[in-house]
């Protein structure tokens, strides 16, 4: 069974919609990441699929609630319980037996030895891994995680990655929003939102293939409106394409398609 959202629009009022016919499938056993920048609209489209706010136009496919492993952006776990606690109050309201499989996620997530420790006591990135542990322990059929790695130290967003790819090859449909593109391209598909908007989607590779003109790496660049520090040089933007252009990679994909919505293309 495939989740997601078709052609949905969510409209707080005010003039402009959070999510303006946006379409997104989640398929088993796959990983689809929602990127975009701040007020995007990453957040109220995973919250639509985790049940919360009212679509004013559009379908969704989701499962049972009971079915749906949902972590928000500030983890979701309680501070003032343990890790354990925090644990045991999902089973009881999930009325599950999460005992064995609650063992074997903190072991995967490295927190076994913090069992007893307050949530509040845990670092960043600690508590980002037990908001997906939590999102995990029912085994959930859609897990929609809101930017599980933000904030998060670099072997702290490798250990989540690998509780991600483990629920996937689990069977289950996975949906994160992402601040980072590296995060993205290991993701079967992505989804790019501007300004409530779908701006790219589908693969990685397909993104990135897709990419209209050419990228060119210059010391200084001959028009700074389509270009971009890389390092200690300049990518360079040309919509009518070079001779002398580089391989394209996800990043300026992204970038050149925000120049191209900025232009009104």
């Known amino acids: 069974m495939t989740w ?129 542990v939590l999102a995990m322990l029912t085994a959930p059929d859609l897990l929609i ?17 690998r509780l991600i790819g483990s629920a996937a090859a689990g069977g289950t449909a996975v949906v994160v929003a992402t601040a980072y593109l590296d995060e993205a391209e290991r993701a079967t598909t992505l989804l790019m939102l501007h300004g409530g908007r779908a701006l790219l989607a589908g693969t990685p590779a397909d993104v990135t293939a897709a990419m209209p003109g050419a990228v060119v790496d210059r010391a200084v660049p001959t028009d700074r409106d389509r270009a971009w520090p890389r390092g200690a040089r300049w990518r360079q933007w040309l919509p009518g394409g070079s001779p002398d252009a580089e391989p394209p990679d996800l990043e300026d994909a992204v970038i050149v398609a925000m120049l191209g919505a900025g232009a009104g293309r």
């Open 145 to 161: 995680l809101d930017e599980p790695t933000t904030g998060v130290d670099p072997v702290s967003r490798s250990e989540v990655w």
């Open 4 to 132: 997601g959202v078709e052609d949905l629009t969510v409209d707080f009022g005010g003039g402009t919609p959070a999510l303006d016919g946006v379409t997104l499938e989640a398929r088993p056993g796959e990983v689809t990441a929602v990127v975009g920048g701040d007020g995007a609209g990453k957040t109220t489209l995973l919250r639509v699929l985790a049940g919360v706010p009212i679509p004013s136009r559009g379908r969704v496919h989701r499962p049972d609630a009971r079915k749906i492993g949902f972590m928000p952006a500030t983890s979701g776990a309680l501070r003032d319980l343990t890790v354990a606690e925090n644990l045991e109050f999902i089973a009881d309201a999930h009325r599950f037996d999460a005992g064995e499989r609650a063992g074997l996620l903190l072991e995967r997530a490295g927190l076994a030895p913090f069992r007893r420790r307050l949530a509040r006591d845990l670092s960043g990135g600690m508590r980002q891994k037990l908001g997906v």
